[in-house]
C-alpha cells in the first residue's frame, strides 16, 4: 500500500541519516578540568562531603603544599541546629591550637561568590562561602577500616595510633579543651601515619577559672556516648567522656565491635545507660583490663589520661605479628597513590600539552640508548635480562628509550619525579 511504501522509504531516509556502530568505535574525552583559584589557592577535586560542607584537594600556589580546605555555606549552615555557631567555635579553638596530634588550620577566607536563583537563571544572587584551609591528611581511620574484610587493625598498628590519639586528647586537655566526638571517622592520618584529631565542631573550652571540668551539652555521635550522658544526667564530668570515646574507639579498631548496640538510638541509649558489655577472649587481660578500665560505668572511677599512660598495654611494646592495615586507593579513581589531584587544573591554568611531557622524557632520557652500570663483569656470552640485554664484557645493562619509557610509566618514583617536576614548571609560568 501507499502508507507502508512510504514507512519504507521513511525507514531508508532516517539510516542515511543515523549510524548504528559499536562501543569499541566511541572515542570518550574526558571532560577538561577548568582551573579554580581561591586566593593563592588552586582548587582541586572532591575529597569527601559532610553534613556541613564539602572536603577538596587545594594546592598552595606560593608554598606548592598540598592543602584540603573545607567549604561552608551560610546558607547550608542555617539549616543545621547550632550549624554556624559550630562553626566560628571550631575556628576559634582551632586558631589558638598547636599540636602534632591536632589538625592544624591554616587559613580561613570568606568568599562573597555569585549564585543563579533558579528558575530564574538572568537573576543572581551573593552568597558569602567560608572556606577552612587545612593541612592535608591523606587517609581517614574509618576509611582504613572499611577497606578490610576484619574491620580492625593488628594489635601493633591500634597501639601506635592510640597512643598518638593519648598525646592530643592530653593537649586538648591541657588547653581546656572537651573534644565530645572521639571516634574513628574524627581521626585522620598523614602519608607517615601521623594521627591528627580532627572536627571540633562541637568541642567545648572551658572557662579559663572553672573550678572543674563539668559540661551540660553534648551532641556528639551515639555509639560512643558515655552512661552519663544516655542517662541524660544534667551536668557531666568533659574530660572522662572523651575517656570513654576513646575507650570505644579502642574497642572498635581491635575488635571490630562496638560495646553497645542497639535496633535504634533509644535501644542504644538504654543498653549504655545499663553499662552491661563483654570483652572479647582474643583481646587478652592486659587489653582487657584497659578497656574496662576506661569504660568504667562510675566517671569517678574511670581511668585518667595519666592512669592510662601508666597501664601495662599502652608501655608495652607490641610486636608486628600480622601485615598492617595499608591506606586504601582513593574511592573514586582508584589510586593506591593517592596522587594530587590538583595537577590537571594545573595544566588547564597555564595551557600545558601532551607534547611537555615528550620534552619532559628526552631531558630526562635523552634520545640514544643509555648503559647503567652494574659493577660487575658477566662472564661467557650476552644473556637475556628481564629489563634489557647485558653486555657480555662490562656487566652494564642496555636499555633502548622505548624501553625505558614503558618501564617509566610502572615505575613510581619517576612518576613522582616526573609530577613534582610539572607542578614546578607550571608554577613558574606566567598566568594567563
Known amino acids: 500500500s501507499a502508507f507502508q511504501s512510504h514507512s519504507l522509504d521513511l525507514a531508508k531516509g532516517m539510516e542515511t541519516f543515523i549510524h548504528r556502530i559499536d562501543s569499541t568505535e566511541v572515542i570518550y574525552e574526558p571532560r577538561r578540568k577548568r582551573a579554580k583559584l581561591i586566593g593563592k589557592y588552586l582548587m582541586g577535586d572532591l575529597l569527601g562531603e559532610g553534613s556541613y560542607g564539602k572536603v577538596k584537594e587545594m594546592l598552595d600556589s606560593e608554598t606548592l603544599c598540598r592543602r584540603a580546605v573545607k567549604i561552608l555555606k551560610k546558607k547550608k549552615l542555617r539549616r543545621i541546629p547550632n550549624g554556624e555557631q559550630n562553626v566560628k567555635k571550631e575556628i576559634q579553638l582551632l586558631r589558638r591550637l598547636r599540636h602534632k596530634n591536632i589538625i592544624q588550620l591554616v587559613e580561613v577566607l570568606y568568599i562573597e561568590e555569585k549564585q543563579k536563583i533558579y528558575p530564574f537563571k538572568l537573576l543572581l544572587r551573593f552568597s558569602i562561602h567560608t572556606y577552612m584551609v587545612m593541612e592535608y591528611c591523606v587517609c581517614g581511620m574509618q576509611e582504613m577500616l572499611d577497606s578490610v574484610d576484619e574491620k580492625r587493625f593488628p594489635v601493633f598498628q591500634a597501639h601506635r595510633y592510640f597512643c598518638q590519639l593519648l598525646d592530643g586528647l592530653e593537649y586538648l586537655h591541657s588547653q581546656g579543651i572537651v573534644h565530645k566526638d572521639i571516634k574513628p571517622g574524627n581521626l585522620l592520618l598523614t602519608t607517615d601515619g601521623a594521627l591528627k584529631i580532627s572536627d571540633l565542631g562541637v568541642a567545648e573550652a572551658l572557662h579559663p577559672f572553672a573550678e572543674d571540668d ?16 544516655a542517662n541524660g544526667l544534667d551536668t557531666f564530668s568533659g574530660f572522662k567522656v572523651d575517656i570513654w570515646s576513646a575507650g570505644v574507639t579502642l574497642y572498635n579498631i581491635t575488635t571490630s565491635l562496638y560495646p553497645f548496640e542497639g535496633d ?19 583481646c587478652g587481660p592486659l587489653l582487657s583490663d584497659l578497656l574496662r578500665g576506661m569504660l568504667e560505668y562510675d566517671p569517678e572511677k574511670r581511668f585518667s589520661i595519666q592512669h592510662i599512660r601508666q597501664h601495662n598495654w599502652v608501655r608495652k611494646k607490641h610486636p608486628a605479628t600480622e601485615p598492617p592495615v595499608a591506606m586504601p586507593p582513593s574511592a ?22 601532551d607534547q611537555d611531557d615528550e620534552d619532559d622524557d628526552k631531558l630526562f632520557y635523552g634520545d640514544e640508548d643509555v648503559i647503567y652500570s652494574q659493577g660487575y663483569t658477566v662472564p661467557g656470552e650476552t644473556e637475556k635480562c628481564r629489563d634489557g640485554l647485558r653486555d657480555t664484557f662490562s656487566g652494564s645493562l642496555v636499555l633502548s628509550r622505548s624501553e625505558r619509557l614503558s618501564s617509566s610509566s610502572s615505575n613510581p618514583s619517576r612518576k613522582g619525579v616526573s609530577t613534582y617536576s610539572r607542578i614546578r614548571k607550571l608554577s613558574n609560568c606566567k598566568q594567563q
Open 332 to 353: 573514586d579513581r582508584r589510586d593506591a597513590w593517592r596522587s594530587m589531584t590538583v595537577l590537571p587544573y594545573l595544566e588547564n591554568l597555564h595551557g600545558y600539552t
Open 264 to 282: 535504634s538510638i533509644y535501644k542504644l541509649f538504654e543498653n549504655i545507660g545499663k553499662g552491661d558489655y563483654s570483652v572479647p577472649e582474643e
Open 214 to 229: 563539668m559540661c551540660c551539652t553534648s551532641q556528639g555521635s551515639p555509639a560512643f556516648q558515655p552512661p552519663e550522658i
